[in-house]
């Protein structure tokens, strides 16, 4: 756990001021019970301490320890008789003079050669991001640096521990402050879960074999002891019903800024694509039998719209029995907000892996370096995102999915090797033979009994149709029959509904979507056979031709 660490640094005079980031909300198994951080702290980090106060804004400075208590009012009088206060009686709980005081009570300790430590709770709250024109402020900041430079606090065990979830909703120049010792306090991790899961038993009564403790802890990646705790106090111990809790738990948590997907399907119900598959159902059987010091940081999945980016990445998924997780929006008009928000989405990944993750339209959604007009926002951000995907640490752990129809907009930086390192490219199908097999996969996914032998003679051959197409087709039809005839799904019905239909025609948004599919794609197999032949030269100068063609429209 990461009371180890925070003890090894506290008592190590390297640093007397230590910050705590992240899981810092959850409670922790500590001498032989569940508590808060603030009770774990004092009863592993800080024990044998002379004194450990606590501070926050709405309680002001306070104490665990009655005889503690008594000496901080004794020493509040003596602060009171030099500084014409009336502190002893109306004890402040405002920052700038609680800061005061605890220099003050600080200093005391230093000249009585005693041990000293006070926890700062909310100081995300205390010194946020963005208010360094606030003279108190300005006050607290450099109190915070002077407490962390002075030597002889550090040599003399006067220590101040820091508590604020995301280092994002903190003022840079303490949340970066070299002097400052910063511990990320980790999701609890697979060893951390199984003795809560077990000591959670024991205490309700309930004999729990190893092998039944390992099963819910490995279902609980991601939760928090907190959530564990809550929900074998509910009694859910069943698979499915504790994987749907685990999903509202960390749904709700994030606020919108994440969505777990449940995969349906297999890649066995993917029509077409047989390379992509191939190669996705080869990381899959690595990831299940454990072997993945060598597979891709992440996937670049490019290709025209409709050809089913997001549905092979779900199957994927599925097949290699790993959850999805979606970004969301998580950019926020308020200034540390959408750093804040990344920064607990990055603590929330780290600790379900190995995780899939999605971005959908990510040439909109990622941004660039180069971005202006929000203060920087988008190119830290970007950065962010950048660090994580390239961060081999994470190889095989956490798996990157950018799908986009547009891979050209998409920065260099994104999808070089070491990040998005295999490109893989969908299209239309090219053949009768596939597009006879995707309007059967269709109907599998929709649970619609095939109307028809054959789709392809009713089809325009002048177009190429796309799986949403065909998708669009079969449920205007069912539709009909459900609702207009009143009936199962007949060849007539389906014969009227495609006679019927038109789908919006791109022709050269299409054309370029698949052109830029066929230059990024790292797989020359992949690449439909009509498309083989062309010269590198000549792709590029009809992809310049059919930019210059839509921007004119």
Known sequence: MFLDDAKAH??????????????????????????????????????????????????????????????????????????????????????????SILDNFARLHLIDKKSFAVIVHYLDHI??????????????????????QNPEFRRNKIRFILIAPEIARLDAFIGKNAFIEHIAVARPGSDERKLTVGEAQKT???????EEVARLAELTAGLTNRQIL?????????????????????GAECRGLLEIV??????????????????????????QQGKTSYLPMGFLICGPVGTGKTFIT?????????PVVKFLNFRSQWQGETEANLEKIFNILKSIYPVAVMIDEADAFLGNRDAQGDSGVSMRVFASLAALMSDTSYRGKIIWFLMTSRPDLLPVDMKRQGRAEEHLALFHPQSKAELESLYQSVCRKLKITTPLAELSP???????????????????AALAAEVKHSAALS???MKETIGNFRSPEYPLAIELQTLVAVRECTHQDMVPEKYRALKAADIEARINELLTMLRQR
């Open 230 to 250: 809550e929900i074998l106090d509910k009694k859910q111990t069943d698979e499915i019903r504790l994987r749907a809790i685990k999903k509202e738990l960390i």
């Open 262 to 287: 449940e995969p349906k399907h297999s890649l066995s119900a993917v029509a077409g694509h047989e390379k992509v598959k191939e190669i996705l159902s080869l990381t899959a059987s690595a990831i």
């Open 491 to 493: 060849e007539t019905i």
């Open 127 to 148: 010194i946020p991001t963005g208010l360094t024109n606030n003279p108190e402020l300005r006050y607290l900041i450099i109190a915070l640096d002077k407490w962390a």
């Open 204 to 210: 309700r009564g309930i004999s729990s074999s190893a």
């Open 458 to 476: 009713l089809l325009d051959k002048n177009r190429s149709y796309s799986g949403a197409d065909i998708e669009a087709m079969l449920t205007r």
């Open 10 to 99: 506290v008592n190590s005079g390297d640093a007397s001021v230590v910050l705590l980031s992240g899981n810092v909300r959850d409670v922790y198994f500590s001498s032989g019970k569940f508590c808060i951080l603030s009770e774990a702290l004092r009863s592993e980090v800080l024990a044998g301490y002379d004194t450990v106060a606590e501070y926050d804004p709405q309680g002001g400075i306070q104490f665990a320890d009655s005889k503690q208590r008594e000496a901080y009012f004794r020493a509040l009088g003596g602060y009171d008789a030099y500084h014409k206060t009336n502190y002893a009686q109306n004890p402040p709980k405002e920052p700038g003079p609680a800061f």
């Open 314 to 322: 779900e199957c994927f998924a599925h097949d290699a029995a790993l």
